[in-house]
């Protein structure tokens, strides 16, 4: 026998929320962005902040328990930036939040091209996964 479900939201048992994501393998947030001033989809991101060329960070509502989360990201650029000898990256913070502004409440990162030259793309996603505090 087969089952369908069908429903259009899942609440909390009081049925006053939405039904928190802790302690599952779901991505517990992910932006996606372009050039670090316009958010063009997000989930549990507050807000994103363009430290200059390349370097951006985003804040988020529930923040992680701890500071070793994964975060992993992926960037598209346009012809002007993108060539096919080109190599381009984001790189995510490590575990040294001084150096990389990575901490429980926000992920920096930064986008590069060429020789870990800074520069920004058209449109950056990034990933983060972990336990919520």
Do not use: R
């Not at 928190?20 to 372009?34: E, V, Y």
């Not at 923040?63 to 989360?69: F, S, V």
């Amino acid at each position: 026998m087969t089952s369908q479900l069908n429903v259009d939201t899942i609440a909390d048992k009081a049925g006053t929320g939405p039904v928190g994501l802790t302690k599952q393998s779901a991505a517990k947030s992910f932006i996606n962005h372009f050039e670090g001033t316009t958010v063009n989809g997000s989930f549990n991101v507050t807000s994103l902040v363009d430290n200059g060329t390349g370097d951006h960070e985003h804040s988020f509502i529930n923040n992680h328990d701890d500071i070793y989360y994964a975060a992993c990201g992926s960037i598209i650029s346009d012809s002007s930036v993108q060539t096919s000898t080109q190599t381009h990256s984001v790189v995510t913070a490590g575990n040294t939040p001084a150096t990389c502004h990575h901490n429980t409440s926000l992920v920096g990162y930064k986008t590069m091209h060429v020789g870990n030259n800074a520069n920004d793309h058209q449109m950056v996603q990034v990933i983060t996964h972990g336990d919520l505090a």
